[in-house]
């Protein structure tokens, strides 16, 4: 489960938005500080938001990373399946070898 979020969406979308419609571009330690968020928060924020629209390539948009993340639980459960399954079948192979003395 992931910890609870310290900043609302609101205030996320927010931000983010009067950064990108300010002209000229604030510095994001003044509007942080203005907002009364942690400006590497801010600067994260604003990061992702350019990454969503197409303006950086350094880091995957948000939809990538929730597909990284349901890919990744999808292959630890395929893995968790894939142990007992082999478990099964070697419980199974040894009942059902000849050779095998029964005490």
Known sequence: MA????????LRERAVRLYR???????IRQLARQIGVHYE?????????????GQ????PTASEVEELRRLRRE????????EILKAASAFFASE???TRRRS
């Open 21 to 27: 419609e300010s002209d000229p571009k604030p510095v």
């Open 96 to 98: 059902l070898d000849p």
């Open 3 to 10: 910890p609870p979020k310290k900043y609302p969406d609101e």
């Open 75 to 82: 292959n630890a459960e395929l893995k968790r399946a894939n």
């Open 56 to 59: 950086r390539c350094d880091r």
């Open 41 to 53: 928060a801010l600067r994260n924020w604003i990061r992702q938001d350019e990454a969503d629209c």
